[in-house]
């Protein structure tokens, strides 16, 4: 059962991946967000994305999240008509949160402060990257 489950996992990852190649590439916040997800889930603690979760494997789940957050740019890009530069500063914005409330749950926070340290790394990472600018 378990190569079943890592069988579809990368398989997922793979057809998720499907024609993201004229995309631009994972950034800073799928970055934390994948290797966050992958220490936790290492350690001890369990996967709370729903799409995610019946994955099993730290580092399977660590790259669906890649494949997911590069599928979203996509899509957004090819059919929802953001440019490039908007679909990857918005997912990454998204990844830099989630990533930044792995942070804070793995140092001991509770959801809710663990919420606002991840709105607290979203926002800096969009100010900082001046999304606002690339969405214009």
């Known amino acids: 059962m378990k190569h079943l489950t890592l069988a579809l996992g990368a398989a997922l990852t793979a057809i998720a991946l499907t024609g993201c190649a004229s995309t631009r590439g994972p950034g800073l916040g799928t970055a934390l967000d ?14 709370a994305n729903p799409l995610l979760s019946p ?7 660590a790259l669906a999240v890649i494949g997911v957050k590069q599928g ?8 929802a008509g953001l440019s490039q530069d908007c679909a990857h500063y918005g997912v990454e914005t998204a990844a830099m949160s989630a990533g930044g409330w792995n942070l804070a749950i793995l140092a001991g926070a509770a959801s809710g402060p663990g919420l606002i340290v991840g709105l607290l790394f979203g926002a800096g990472y969009w100010i900082f990257n001046d999304g606002g600018e690339a969405c214009r």
């Open 34 to 47: 994948a290797g966050t997800t992958a220490y936790a889930l290492d350690h001890g603690y369990e996967e």
């Open 55 to 61: 994955i099993g494997d730290p580092y399977l789940s």
């Open 72 to 79: 979203i740019k996509y899509s957004l890009h090819e059919y």
